[in-house]
């Protein structure tokens, strides 16, 4: 019995404690994103969509760059169209951070084994300098070679 308690306790599920990820998201993107699943028509989901972007090289620098520098554009997913603006969190977020909750958010979707992002990655991104618009650009060329979900 203490052994099973213990197992829970390092999945964090007795102890109270949220995945690194998890604890970024909340105050940070779960705010508009909600549980990951967005609001239909207003705020995109994320769950079920990062994970099949994070795939590619090129769909981890989007990613790493939407959250760094912001998203501004119109697209549409899951049926629903977006005209959408999010904030830049790179100057509240470390690399380690925004990792964190990208890979948060890519294990709960459907691929599995899940892509990761690495801290690194992120850094490499940030080394760049971006705004909301240029992360819609590169999310239209992304689209140009596969469509996102």
């Known amino acids: 019995m203490k052994r ?66 912001g998203l501004r554009g119109g697209f549409t997913t899951q049926g629903y169209r977006y005209n959408y603006s999010m904030p830049a969190y790179r100057d509240r977020l470390t690399d380690q951070q925004i990792s964190d909750t990208l890979n948060w958010l890519i294990a709960r979707g459907n691929i599995k084994p899940s892509p990761t992002i690495t801290p690194a990655e992120v850094a490499s991104a940030r080394a760049q300098q971006g705004d909301p618009a240029a992360s819609y650009q590169e999310r239209q060329l992304l689209e140009q070679k596969q469509p996102l979900p």
């Open 4 to 69: 099973i308690a213990f197992l829970g306790c390092l999945a964090l599920a007795c102890c109270g404690k949220k995945p690194a990820g998890q604890a970024v998201y909340g105050p940070n993107c779960g705010i508009c994103h909600h549980g990951g699943s967005g609001m239909p028509g207003e705020t995109p989901p994320l769950v079920g969509r990062v994970d099949f972007i994070a795939q590619t090289p090129e769909g981890r620098h989007y990613l790493a760059n939407v959250l760094l520098n």
